[in-house]
Nanobody, 115 residues
Framework: QVQLVESGGGLVQAGGSLRLSCAAS????????VGWYRQPPGKQRELVAG???????NYADSVKGRFTISGDSAKNTVYLQMNSLKPEDTAVYYC?????????WGQGTQVTVSS
């Protein structure tokens, strides 16, 4: 069992920055991948960025060059640094941990970007 807790969301003006955190606890040694997803109002959840246990990263085209995903194994935390935010980045952001036993999701954190 893995528990994920997201934090760091909030209200920011366009062009601003936020850093989201996803803190993991429980049986975390077998996590293979952690991803950040977002769900804008009235839309489907989509992948924003992912990182493997080996440090390989991938990004949605819409956030490349603006967002950076990173991990701190000592703190069991994955971060999403979001720069140059746009109103279309407004969404609930979730982290997801993938392991052999299945996928685990956090409760989400709201990010609102005002124009």
């Amino acid at each position: 069992q893995v528990q994920l807790v997201e934090s760091g969301g909030g209200l920011v003006q366009a062009g601003g920055s936020l850093r989201l955190s996803c803190a993991a606890s429980g049986v975390i040694f077998s996590i293979s991948t952690v991803g950040w997803y977002r769900q804008p109002p009235g839309k489907q959840r989509e992948l924003v960025a992912g990182i493997t246990r080996f440090g390989t990263t991938n990004y949605a085209d819409s956030v490349k060059g603006r967002f950076t995903i990173s991990g701190d194994s000592a703190k069991n935390t994955v971060y999403l640094q979001m720069n140059s935010l746009k109103p279309e980045d407004t969404a609930v952001y979730y982290c997801r941990a993938t392991m052999a036993s299945g996928d685990y999701w956090g409760q989400g954190t709201q990010v609102t970007v005002s124009s």
